[in-house]
């Protein structure tokens, strides 16, 4: 088995594991975005001890990028692969322990039968879903067209944030002996706009992969 081969097949290996970690982090923001609607028990507990899990794949992902870089000193394009796998990894595992922090939000808020269903996430979690898979999309596809698409969703779930922060601050007002359900319900809020920084972080990582250039702060 010759070297090329044996590094071409590392990669395929490296890539399989990664967007296997990729999928597991997709289902916990699908959860995450269940759990706010029905406020399951079981289901909360579930992404909240399960983290585990991506904890060892994200940690599994690195080793191996490791081992190539270590073993073969790849160049040009395969460097920047690898390199690029390295830093969306992280992100990947950020955005499993945002998911994480929602769920323990509902616990909070769940105990606030009067206003715990007072804000609908769901446009909001639509929203920060396709750009997860957007980003995952365009690193798959090595599209930096695509990934720059990601920016200007990631404004518009800024925007609906804000608008969560306003309708808070207006409930706050009128729903006094409310406050921690509301402050833990602005929270979400804040939750899913840290995701869809991550997300922007991926799509910046992207665009390095595909161009070899540095977006990072260059992009508001």
Same mark, same amino acid.
């Given at each position: 088995?010759?070297?090329?081969?044996?590094?071409?097949?590392?990669?395929? %290996?490296?890539?399989? /594991?990664?967007?296997?970690?990729?999928?597991?982090?997709? @289902? $916990?923001? #699908?959860? *995450?975005?269940?759990?706010? #609607? %029905?406020?399951?028990?079981?289901?909360?507990?579930?992404? =909240?001890?399960?983290?585990?899990?991506? @904890?060892?794949?994200?940690?599994?992902?690195?080793?191996?990028?490791?081992?190539?870089?270590?073993?073969? !000193?790849? &160049?040009?394009?395969?460097?920047?692969?690898?390199?690029?796998?390295?830093?969306?990894?992280?992100?990947?595992?950020?955005? *499993?322990?945002?998911? +994480?922090? =929602? *769920?323990?939000?509902? !616990? +909070?808020?769940?105990? @606030?039968?009067?206003?715990?269903?007072?804000?609908?996430?769901? =446009?909001?979690?639509?929203?920060?879903? #396709?750009?997860?898979?957007?980003?995952?999309?365009?690193?798959?596809?090595?599209?930096?067209?695509?990934?720059?698409?990601?920016?200007? $969703?990631?404004?518009?779930?800024?925007?609906?944030?804000?608008?969560?922060?306003?309708?808070?601050?207006? /409930?706050?007002?009128?729903? $006094?002996?409310?406050?921690?359900?509301? +402050?833990?319900?602005?929270?979400?809020?804040?939750?899913?706009? /840290?995701?869809?920084? $991550?997300?922007?972080?991926?799509?910046?990582?992207?665009?390095?992969?595909?161009?070899?250039?540095? &977006?990072?702060?260059?992009?508001?």
């Amino acid at each position: 088995m010759t070297r090329h081969f044996t590094f071409h097949k590392e990669i395929e %290996n490296l890539k399989t /594991r990664f967007m296997a970690l990729g999928s597991l982090v997709e @289902d $916990r923001l #699908q959860k *995450a975005s269940l759990v706010v #609607q %029905n406020k399951d028990s079981e289901l909360l507990l579930e992404i =909240i001890n399960t983290d585990w899990k991506v @904890d060892e794949m994200e940690i599994e992902v690195e080793e191996e990028c490791l081992k190539i870089l270590a073993l073969h !000193q790849p &160049v040009a394009s395969d460097l920047r692969l690898v390199i690029a796998i390295i830093k969306i990894n992280n992100e990947l595992e950020r955005i *499993a322990d945002i998911a +994480v922090n =929602i *769920a323990k939000r509902i !616990q +909070v808020i769940r105990k @606030d039968t009067e206003l715990s269903d007072a804000i609908d996430y769901q =446009i909001m979690f639509n929203k920060v879903l #396709q750009m997860y898979k957007l980003g995952l999309d365009a690193l798959v596809t090595e599209d930096a067209n695509l990934a720059r698409e990601i920016f200007v $969703r990631d404004e518009e779930v800024n925007q609906l944030r804000n608008e969560v922060y306003q309708e808070v601050i207006a /409930r706050l007002d009128a729903e $006094r002996g409310h406050a921690k359900c509301l +402050v833990n319900l602005y929270l979400l809020s804040r939750h899913l706009e /840290r995701v869809g920084d $991550r997300v922007k972080n991926i799509a910046e990582e992207v665009i390095y992969l595909v161009e070899g250039k540095i &977006v990072r702060g260059e992009i508001n």
